[in-house]
């Protein structure tokens, strides 16, 4: 079983910045790969930016040049650096790891979302 804890969101004005973070503790053999989702009242579930095990990143079209997805092996952590923060940019954000456990098992596992409102 593995946890995702996540943290760093809040209140803050356009143009603002925000860093969240999502840690992980659990049986962990190996991290395929790590993501950022978000979904906004009565939209659908969308993915903001995503890392691999070698490091390659991709990010919605949405959020390029302004969020930064990192990953902090040691301490089994993924962070989003998010600058220039839009009003449309509010939602509630969640991670996603997918890793293999030691028994050599595939899972997906979601964090419980942390809210990010930017206030115009």
């Known amino acids: 079983q593995v946890q995702l804890v996540e943290s760093g969101g809040g209140l803050v004005q356009a143009g603002g910045s925000l860093r969240l973070s999502c840690a992980a503790s659990g049986s962990i053999f190996s991290i395929n790969a790590m993501g950022w989702y978000r979904q906004a009242p009565g939209k659908q579930r969308e993915l903001v930016a995503a890392i691999t095990s070698g490091g390659g990143t991709n990010y919605a079209d949405s959020v390029k040049g302004r969020f930064t997805i990192s990953r902090d092996n040691a301490n089994n952590t993924v962070y989003l650096q998010m600058n220039s923060l839009k009003p449309e940019d509010t939602a509630l954000y969640f991670c996603?790891?997918?890793?293999?456990?030691?028994?050599?098992?595939?899972?997906?596992?979601w964090g419980q979302g942390t809210q990010v409102t930017v206030s115009s």
């Open positions: 996603n790891w997918a890793v293999t456990t030691y028994s050599r098992r595939e899972f997906n596992y």
